[in-house]
C-alpha cells in the first residue's frame, strides 16, 4: 500500500533560494537512489512566496523509514534548519487511486 507524505515549510524572508537548492538536491538524490520512493514534488507558488509544499509518496511505509537513513536525507536537515520558520508534516498511511 503506497504511503504518502506532506511538508509544509514556511521558510524565513530572504531564504527561499538557499532552501529551494537544498530541497530540491534532496528530491532528485531521493527519486533517485531510493527504490521505495515512487514521487518527490517540491510544489510552490508565487501567491504564497515563502511556503514550499511537499508531496512523497513511497512504497509503504518502510520505504519512508529506509529514506530517513539515506545520506541526502540526513545531510540536507542541518543545511535548511536556520532557513525554516516552521515545518507541518503529515503522513497517510493509504493512497486511493
Request: glycine share 4%.
Amino acid at each position: 500500500m503506497p504511503y504518502a507524505v506532506t511538508v509544509v515549510f514556511d521558510i524565513k524572508p530572504g531564504k527561499m533560494d538557499d532552501f529551494m537548492t537544498h530541497i530540491l538536491n534532496n528530491a532528485r538524490c531521493s527519486v533517485r537512489d531510493e527504490p521505495g520512493c515512487r514521487q518527490f514534488d517540491v510544489c510552490t507558488d508565487p501567491e504564497q512566496p515563502n511556503t514550499v509544499f511537499l508531496y512523497e509518496l513511497y512504497d509503504d511505509l518502510a520505504a519512508f523509514e529506509a529514506h530517513q537513513t539515506m545520506p541526502h536525507y540526513k545531510a540536507t536537515g542541518p543545511k535548511v534548519a536556520d532557513l525554516v520558520a516552521d515545518k507541518t508534516l503529515r503522513t497517510f498511511a493509504q493512497v486511493d487511486r
